[in-house]
């Protein structure tokens, strides 16, 4: 089933051949892989169904000027098609930090995993403390108001604002108009110091998120966001954080135990690019560590990663790295 949310938003459902179920956290993502021209293609989407639907996941696009997958969906997917997915993956998601009381602020299609937690909250009466603050361009551009203002209306606890840059001159707008401030979010979320905080949308949305909490002081241990781009905004920033240098005239050796494959590479390759010299396709789509597509297990050796948050502390310990930001160094042995 595809679904038009806005002039340029459509939900995608998508069940499994076998009509299996599936299995996930309200606020994590997959990785859609599709062949363009002959040319594989891989791309992260957040679900924003609710794993308490598990026939089937629901995952939102926005069509992109620039963006050739999500063009491509828009364009050329239909009901029927198959489409291969990897996950689902990420740390992105209200089971992992529990509160009393959540603060939801997004930013255009940034409400996908927003979504799934507010219609996993829904399905299971959770009478959870909520705020909702969705930021739109125009009341044309929210995608699931109406929805948003049902469950909003079944639960008290729930509250849902919604900001818009430019209401329409010519029709009735009861919402907030303008961008989100300090001044606006007091007077939706008095209590905002009291709540978790869970943020997504496009990177300058955020980042004034970020700026407006931090000069008021907010506990940022409590703010958590979701994003598929970079959160290193300068050069400086991620030679703070490493210490490490790649010598680029040392040599390595990657070898793939279950597909008995072996490459030689230089220390400042990758894994990933290792192994798609060798002929073998690891999964990846952010390339810089963020996502977490790419994640396989070390058996043996050293690596040398540097990631954004693609991988926890936990799977670290157990031996997993990321593909796309492990250098190795001398030889080293991964499960794949």
């Not at 696009?61 to 198959?82: F, M, Q, T």
Request: net charge negative; with cysteine.
């Amino acid at each position: 089933m595809v679904l038009q949310d806005t002039q340029d938003v459509k939900t995608f459902v998508f069940q499994t051949s076998d009509n299996s179920y599936f299995r996930y956290l309200p606020g994590q993502f997959i990785t859609l892989e599709v062949s363009i021209d002959g040319k594989k293609y891989q791309r992260c989407y957040t679900l924003a169904s609710s794993p308490s639907r598990p026939l089937c996941i629901w995952v939102t696009v926005k069509a992109l000027a620039d963006g050739k997958v999500s063009k491509w969906l828009h364009e050329n997917l239909s009901i029927g098609d198959k489409i291969k997915a990897y996950g689902p993956a990420g740390i992105f998601s209200l089971h992992n930090h529990l509160a009393d009381k959540y603060l939801f602020l997004s930013g255009g299609v940034g409400i996908t995993p927003l979504l799934s937690m507010a219609r996993w909250l829904f399905d299971f009466g959770q009478h959870t403390d909520v705020a909702f603050i969705h930021c739109a361009q125009t009341p044309a551009d929210i995608i699931a108001r109406a929805e948003l203002e049902a469950i909003s209306a079944r639960l008290p606890e729930f509250k849902v604002s919604l900001i818009c840059e430019r209401p329409n001159p010519y029709g009735s707008w009861t919402g907030y108009t303008g961008r989100i401030s300090h001044p606006m979010l007091e007077l939706i979320a008095p209590d905002y110091f009291e709540r978790e905080v869970f943020c997504c949308g496009p990177e300058p949305f955020m980042q004034a998120v970020r700026d407006m909490l931090n000069a008021a002081g907010f506990d940022m241990n409590r703010y958590h966001e979701e994003s598929f781009t970079t959160p290193v905004h300068n050069i400086s920033e991620a030679i703070e954080h490493d210490d490490v240098i790649i010598d680029d005239t040392q040599a390595a050796l990657v070898r793939f135990a279950s597909s008995e494959l072996s490459q030689r590479c230089r220390q400042s390759d990758t894994i990933l690019s290792a192994a798609s010299e060798a002929g073998l396709h690891i999964p990846s789509a952010c390339l810089f560590g963020v996502c977490g597509t790419c994640k396989v297990k070390k058996l043996s050796g050293e690596v040398h990663m540097v990631h954004s948050g693609g991988i926890t502390d936990d799977e670290i310990e157990e031996g997993y790295v990321l593909a796309c930001c492990s250098n190795p160094l001398g030889e080293v042995v991964v499960e794949y």
